[in-house]
C-alpha cells in the first residue's frame, strides 16, 4: 500500500509526507532526509522495505518544512529543533501505536537525535533502532573539521555549480556543468546516471533560498549539540568512503554512543547513501525493525 498527504502541524504549517507498508504494522520505519534535499531521494527505500520484511513494516517519509512540498520555513523555524518537533509532532499524528525506527540522511540524523531528546514522551518508549547515513557527527570528535566547516564548504561549492539559477522546469534537462558538479560534490565512484539527475533537480529546487535560510540554524546546533539517547537502542551509523562532507570516522564516533552500534564505511560511495547505497542498507534496516518488533 502506498499513500501520500499532509499533516497540519499545531502551528499552521503542513508537512507532505508518503507512506508505504502496511498500516496496522507493529514497527514503523520513518525517514528524514537531509540539508536541501527532499523525500524523493529515498525512493529506492520506500518501496522496497516493506516487500523485503518477512513482518508487515511501514514507512513514512517526509518532507521537512521549508523542504520539498511541505510549508515554507522561516529564520525562526529554520533551525533543528523545530524540525524535531515537527517530526514528534507527526509521529504522534500519523503513527501513534507501535515501534519506531529512526533514519536520518545527513542533517535528517540531527533531527532524529534532536527528537528523541526533546521528545522523549512521544518517542523514548516506542523507540527501537536509530539509523545515521552520512551523518556527522563533529560535536562529539573535538579534532573533527568536518562540522560545522564542511556546512560552509558545501555551500560555497553549491554556489560555484548552481549561481542564483532557477531549477530547470519539469521534463527539461539540467545542463551538463550542473549534473557533473552534483555529481563530483555529493556522489560517488560510479553513480547511476539517473541518480545524478534526481540530486540535480532535488538540490537545484532548494538552491539558494532553502540552503541558505537553513545554515545558520545548523552551524549553532553543530556547536552545541550532543547525542543524547538510551545507551541501549540499536544504533546504525553509514557513511561513504567518497563522502565529502563527512569523514569515515564518524560512523564509528557515533556507533559507540550505544551499547549496540554497528558502524559500517561503504566502498565507493558518497554522501547520497539512500541512493547509492540502497540494496546495502535495506537489509539492515530490515533487521533493524524486525528486531525492534521483537523487543517490543
Sequence with gaps: MRATGRRALADGAELA?????????????????????????????????????????AVLAYDHRGHGESSPATPTTAVIGRLADDLAELVAAEVPEGRLVLVGHGMGGLVITSATTRHRDVLGHRL????FLGTGASWLAETSTAWPGSLGALVRDLGAILGRRVPSPLGH?????????????????????????????????????????????????????????????????????????VPTAHAAVLA???TDGTALVLPGVGHMVPLEAAPLVLPRLVGMAHAALRSG
Design 17 to 57: 509526507f508518503t507512506r508505504t507498508g502496511d498500516p496496522g504494522a507493529g514497527v514503523t520505519v520513518v525517514l528524514a532526509h537531509s540539508y536541501a534535499h527532499d523525500r524523493r531521494v529515498w525512493h529506492r527505500i520506500v518501496d522496497q522495505l516493506p516487500a523485503a520484511a518477512e513482518r508487515p513494516v
Design 128 to 131: 527501537g533502532g536509530l539509523a
Design 173 to 245: 534537462g539540467l545542463d551538463k556543468a550542473t549534473t557533473t558538479g552534483i555529481r563530483w560534490l555529493l556522489l560517488g565512484d560510479d553513480p547511476d546516471p539517473d541518480d545524478v539527475e534526481l540530486v540535480a533537480r532535488v538540490v537545484s529546487a532548494h538552491w539558494p533560498d532553502t540552503a541558505v535560510l537553513f545554515r545558520p540554524g545548523l552551524d549553532r546546533f553543530g556547536r552545541q549539540a550532543a547525542l543524547d539517547f538510551a545507551a541501549d537502542v540499536p544504533v546504525l551509523a553509514v557513511v561513504g568512503e567518497r563522502d565529502r562532507l
Design 256 to 258: 559507540a554512543r550505544s
